[in-house]
């Protein structure tokens, strides 16, 4: 890895820090997910500094180049991350879904007691 390409790692690793922390401690991103964008900065920058783990890591998985070995943690970081926001809105349709038949519920009980009898 060059210089260069080291230095713009630690750049964007840095900056994915700053931006996750300010968005979380401006309540614009939830503590709970801000987690996964801080390992994937802290991820950048181990590999930065220890340039030969993400070599065996190719070695590992049977790419020909470290650049490889990346496009496929990310494709799969998308893709576990595709999946969590799924998971995330399925929870939240089935409560929107109970919430919406609690108010009905409670609508037709107002409704039913306010009749004149």
Do not use: C
């Not at 890895?1 to 996750?20: D, E, G, N, P, R």
């Not at 994937?40 to 220890?50: E, M, P, R």
């Not at 470290?66 to 799924?86: E, M, R």
Request: charged share 15%.
């Amino acid at each position: 890895m060059t210089f260069h390409q080291k230095v713009f790692a630690v750049i964007v690793s840095l900056a994915i820090f700053v931006v996750i922390i300010s968005l979380v401690r401006n309540r614009k991103l939830r503590a709970e997910y801000s987690w996964l964008w801080l390992a994937t900065g802290f991820v950048i920058f181990v590999l930065v500094f220890w340039y030969d783990l993400l070599v065996k890591l190719t070695a590992l998985i049977g790419a020909v180049a470290p650049t490889t070995t990346l496009f496929i943690f990310g494709i799969v970081f998308l893709f576990l991350l595709s999946l969590h926001f799924a998971i995330k809105i399925s929870e939240l349709s089935d409560q929107v879904k109970n919430l919406a038949q609690k108010i009905s519920l409670l609508e037709a009980q107002i409704e039913k007691s306010s009749r004149p009898m």
